[in-house]
Every structure is written in structure tokens, then in C-alpha cells.
């Protein structure tokens, strides 16, 4: 499948690369199919990768490996809430976490209240809100040294 792409024009894809979100993400419910692209030219995984919508090419969002951003990151979930994208195994989990980039880059946040949730072994995702209080929506990857 071609996916005509935000930031890296046209891609080919293969449909098992493709996630549903049921749910859609918040604030763009109506938008359901998603792959995640990244520049892959470099030696190591990039730090950000781009959640890619297959069907809106505007539509693309940058988003990390939690685990990059806080070592122990463990959201805490209702087992219920994770229904809706099957069951799974915990080595089929994937988590990912929103980011904002503005045009001071010194200020680019994560969203560690709203992580992406998705099951690796049948492409369905969610975006949770997590029971964690201490992680917070506006997350900033820069911390000041004050």
C-alpha cells in the first residue's frame, strides 16, 4: 500500500504495518489507521518516530519510547480499559508516548498521562488516560537547571 506521508512523501507499506485505533486518537477520533514511520539512514532507532495516518497525509504525529524519556516508566491501567485491543502477551505491548515539538525545541514536552498502547500481534492500539498522578501531560524533555 502507498501512503502518501507528511514528512517522508510516498511510501510503500505493508498492510501488516498498519494500526488500528478504534478510538481513534483524542481529538481526532475520526481518523482510525495509522503506521509508524522513521528515518531509518542512521545506525541506531531515532529518539522520535512519527505516528502516520494512512488516510490523512497532514495528519502525522511525533511520538517516543517512553523508556527513553523515564527509565521506570510503568502506567498504571485498568486491565478492563485494555479490551479493546485484545489480548496479548507483554512482549507484544508497544507504548509510545505523544510529543509536542514548538518551534523553540528547548520546550519540547511528551505526553506521559496519554501514552499510545498498541498489540503488536494483531495492530490494534488505544490511547489511555493512566491512574498515575505523578505523570503529567506536558512533560518537558529539557529540563531547567536551575
Given at each position: 500500500m502507498k501512503v502518501d506521508s507528511r514528512y517522508f512523501g510516498e511510501v510503500e507499506i505493508e498492510?501488516?504495518?498498519?494500526?488500528?485505533?478504534?478510538?481513534?486518537?483524542?481529538?481526532?477520533?475520526?481518523?482510525?489507521?495509522?503506521?509508524?514511520?522513521?528515518?531509518n539512514e542512521g545506525e541506531e532507532q531515532p529518539f522520535f518516530s512519527w505516528l502516520q495516518c494512512v488516510t490523512e497525509k497532514a495528519l502525522a504525529f511525533p511520538i517516543v519510547n517512553p523508556f527513553r524519556v523515564k527509565e521506570d516508566y510503568n502506567p498504571i491501567v485498568e486491565d478492563a480499559l485494555l479490551d479493546a485491543i485484545g489480548t496479548c502477551e507483554t512482549e507484544d505491548l508497544l507504548v509510545f508516548l505523544l510529543a509536542t515539538v514548538p518551534g523553540d525545541v528547548k520546550k519540547t514536552s511528551v505526553n506521559m498521562k496519554a501514552p499510545l498502547i498498541i498489540n503488536a500481534a494483531n495492530r490494534q492500539g488505544i490511547q489511555l488516560i493512566v491512574e498515575n498522578e505523578d505523570y503529567e501531560i506536558k512533560h518537558m524533555l529539557v529540563q531547567d537547571e536551575q
Open positions: 498492510d501488516s504495518k498498519i494500526i488500528h485505533f478504534e478510538q481513534g486518537i483524542f481529538g481526532f477520533e475520526e481518523y482510525k489507521d495509522y503506521t509508524i514511520l522513521y528515518d
